[in-house]
C-alpha cells in the first residue's frame, strides 16, 4: 500500500501518492484558503478523496507551516494560514477520508525526508535548513526527529543574532531569516542600493551576470548562513547539515562562501565531522517527509 503526503503552504497544497520507498508516484496541487476553515479543509480532503478514488491509501501525513502541539497534536498557529489556530486537523481530516492522519511541522517533515531517502540517509546527526520566504529547520538528533518538549523545536530562524536588527514577521527584530532568506536577499539588495522590482531570483540573475552589488548580497547572505551553520555543527557536533527550499537555486554561489565561513568559525574538529551539502529531494521534501511520516506512525 501506499501513502498520501500534504505540504501546505501560503498559496497552494502540494499532495503526493508515496510509495514506501519514498518515490512520488503521482502528485496533484489545490490552492490554500487561508482564511476560511471550512474551505480550507474541503480543498485538503478532495486531494486525498482522489487519490483514494484509484489507489489504496494506507495513511496520510501532512506538513503544516506553524507550530503543532506533539502531546495534543493541534496547530497552535500558523502565520501565513490564519484559519488554522487551535485546530485538531488530524482529527478533523481523518473524520471525513477515514484514514490514519498525522501532522507535523512543514520543515520538520523535510527534515525526515532527507533523513530517512534524502541526502541525509545514513546520518544520525542531521540538521534540514529550508531557505525559502523564511528559514525553516528541521533536527535529526541520535537517529530520530526532535520536537523538543511540546513539539515547538527547530525554530532556527527565529534565534536573534542582532537584537537592534531587521524587525521579523513574527514580531522580534534581528532574527537569523531577516537576513538569511529570500526575503532577507531582497531587503539587503535594497539597502545596497538596487533598486526596482526586487526578488531573489531577480538578484541571483543579476549577480550572474556580473552586478557586483548583488554579488556581494550573495556574499553577505552567505556569510550569515555559514556562521549559523558554525553554531548548529558547535552546539550539536552534527554529521551533516542538508539545505534546501527555493533560495538555494543559486547553489553554490551560496553554498561555498556558506562552507567557507562556517569553516572560520565552527571549531575544526567539529567542523571536519561536518558535511554541507544541498537537498536531494527539494522541491518535494515536504511531500515526501510527510508521507514517510505517515508510514512510519
Known sequence: MDYIGLD???TSIKAGLVDPTGQILESQKA?????????FLSNLTELIRNFQKS???AAVGIGVPGLRNSKTHVVETSPNIPCLVRVNLEDLVADQVHLPVISENDANAGAYAEFVCGA?????QMVYLTLGTGLGSGLILDGKL???ASGYAGEFGHTVIDPNGRLCGCGNRGCLETIVSGTGIVRTAAEKGMQGLLTAEIVYEAAVHGDRTAQEVFKETATFLGMACANLIDLLNLEMIVIGGGVMAAGEMLLEPARDAAARHAFRSSFRDCRIVQSKLWPDAGVIGAA???RDL
Open 8 to 10: 501546505i503552504g501560503g
Open 31 to 39: 490552492p490554500t484558503i487561508i482564511d476560511d476553515l471550512n474551505g
Open 55 to 57: 489507489f489504496k491509501v
Open 120 to 124: 541525509g540517509a545514513g546520518t544520525r
Open 146 to 148: 526532535f520536537t523538543g
Open 292 to 294: 514517510m511520516l505517515a
